[in-house]
């Protein structure tokens, strides 16, 4: 099997190439199947839509087996990587390999799977599901969900907790990453190893944040609790950002019964673009944004603070107007501006999904996506504001822009994740949509530019601040980004993933031999 391998030195011509792959599906003896050629390009693509790289082959494992037989395989030849692709929504070529071999982590076999220990409830997925689907079998099958999610669901559980995993209900139960208690994990050496915080260690926490450097996550074990039955979804208007902030870190450093159950935020335009601006507000079409209400000195970037309560259908809507009214009473925006809808709770988590649906249909959902995302610190927030909302991006980005507090000690120190200083950081996501029947609009390119103006802005004016998401493309970049953590993040590739074989799309070692 070896000599096969050894044979897919670069840039074989494409007919021995064919002839190579299919005799390394037999040698391999998977249980799934393999892709390569021209038919399958979907592992050379990604929701960024900038970047294009051709895998070797496109590899459906059934199982963990499967998947540790090639990683095997890959370390025992000279130059291959494997990149483990969860829905290959990365923006920048992260789940790619350049002639090496993808492997399609949603064909593993669905495992869900419910376990009790010690009265506390747990999901055990596998690696390659969607959180969606964890969702919606969660709830229907046991009235029970995880606690932490990001914003949209058609995500993988590894592609997240490789990376963070955030959205309105991380102030409270830190980001996914901090909601999983333990992990299968394939190693870049090819070896199987259930870990936790009490078993192999190194490699659960190093594998949670870990950008799929140290082990590809073929099942977790996602902490669960008692989902309810509806959401208290609220927006309200801020023309000044010192109080949507003051706001928003009130809410977020409440005791858990004191707050609402979800605190995100986001920018926006003050004008009535129906992407960017005023129309973008208002949770229902029978609800108007009226802005005559506006003071005569708002400017021409808002805010927005995006709050959820949950309840129980048993709960009487005067129960939750008095409990909401009450959490809403020291706040200080202008209550002309409070926008409300009752939604059940999966409506809720699924409400990006329905913004997917329109956006396919207009054709923004498969054009380019040149998002940046961000973690500010609270110490610099005001200043990054003041420059990159109200300057650099006062016309908008053709899509949302989301700015919310997040806590530090909610994460564990101990994932490869690395933070700004301080408790309290802001999220930043620049969710920007090019419009493709648009000529006129800004290209991806220049977009791409403007994310670069603003990361020079933050180092050139020393914000602390971390890329969510990082891509960079020297060594040296990864070192900064990692700070006084790369020693560890090293120390656990050579440990791990000796050869370099894992995630070759992240561009942060090369592969040795
Ligand atoms: P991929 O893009 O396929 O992979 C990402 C990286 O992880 C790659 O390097 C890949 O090799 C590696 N990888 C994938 N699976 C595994 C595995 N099982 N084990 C080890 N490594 C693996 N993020 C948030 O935190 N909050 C949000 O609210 C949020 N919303 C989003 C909305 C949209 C529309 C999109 C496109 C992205 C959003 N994201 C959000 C970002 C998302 O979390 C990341 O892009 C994530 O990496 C995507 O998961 P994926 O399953 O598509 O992974």
Not at 288 to 315: I, K, M, Q, S
Not at 342 to 368: N, Q
Not at 468 to 478: A, G, I, K, L, M
Request: glycine content about 8%; aromatic content about 10%.
């Amino acid at each position: 099997m070896i000599a096969y391998l050894e044979r897919f030195v670069p840039e074989t011509d494409s007919e021995s190439k064919d002839d190579d792959v299919s005799t390394l599906c037999k040698a391999l003896d998977l249980q799934g199947s393999i892709d390569c050629g021209p038919t399958d390009d979907v592992a050379s693509k990604d929701f960024g839509g900038m970047h294009s790289i051709k895998p070797l082959a496109f590899i459906r494992p059934a199982g963990t087996d499967d998947v540790a037989k090639l990683v095997k395989s890959a370390s025992r030849s000279s130059n291959l990587t494997v990149a483990a692709r969860g829905n290959g929504h990365s923006i920048n070529g992260q789940a790619m390999a350049d002639r090496g071999l993808v492997i399609d982590m949603r064909s593993l076999e669905d495992h869900f799977q419910l376990i009790r220990i010690d009265g506390l409830v747990y999901a055990d997925v596998s690696g390659g599901a969607l959180w969606e689907d964890v969702l919606k079998w969660s709830v229907s099958e046991f009235g029970l969900a995880p606690r932490s999610w990001t914003d949209y669901l058609s995500l993988t559980v590894g592609g997240t907790l490789s990376n963070g995993g955030v959205s309105g209900q991380a102030f409270r139960y830190g980001p996914q990453t901090s909601n999983v208690t333990e992990l299968e994990v394939v190693t870049g050496k090819g070896e199987t190893f259930v870990c936790s915080e009490a078993e192999n260690s190194e490699l659960f926490f190093g594998a949670l944040g870990g950008l799929g450097q140290f082990g590809i996550i073929t099942r977790a074990r996602v902490v669960l609790q008692q989902a309810p039955d509806m959401v208290r979804w609220i927006r309200l208007v801020y023309s000044e950002f010192e109080d949507f902030t003051r706001d928003a870190e009130f809410l977020v450093t409440q005791k858990d019964g004191d707050s609402f159950d979800y605190v995100e935020g986001f920018a926006f335009v003050n004008s009535d673009n129906p992407l960017t601006g005023r129309p973008t507000v208002p949770l229902d079409s029978d609800q108007v944004f009226d802005p005559n209400y506006l003071p005569p000195n708002a400017g021409a970037v808002l805010y927005c603070l995006e709050l959820a309560r949950h309840h129980r259908n048993t709960a009487h809507p005067s129960t939750v107007d008095t409990a909401v009214n009450e959490l809403l009473s020291g706040l200080g925006f202008d209550r002309r501006f409070k926008f409300e809808l009752d939604v059940s709770y999966v409506e809720f988590l699924l409400r990006v999904k329905r913004a997917e649906e329109h956006a396919k249909a207009s054709g923004i959902w498969d054009a380019p996506h040149p998002w940046l995302n961000l973690f500010v610190s609270k110490s610099d927030v005001v200043d990054f504001d003041r420059t990159v909302f109200k300057k650099i991006l006062k016309e908008g980005i053709g899509g949302p822009m989301l700015i919310y507090p997040l806590l530090r000690s909610k994460w564990d120190n101990r994932t490869s994740v690395v933070l700004p200083e301080g408790e309290i950081f802001y999220l930043v996501a620049l969710l920007r949509f090019t419009l493709p029947h648009d000529p006129k609009g800004p290209s991806a390119e220049k977009m791409v530019a403007q994310n670069r103006e603003i990361i020079q802005f933050c180092i050139n004016d020393g914000l602390d601040f971390k890329l969510y998401f990082p891509h960079y493309r020297s060594q040296e970049d990864w070192k900064r980004h990692f700070g006084n953590q790369w020693s560890r993040f090293v120390e656990r590739k050579a440990r791990f993933d000796p050869m370099a074989i894992l995630a070759p799309g992240q561009k942060i070692f090369k592969r040795t031999q």
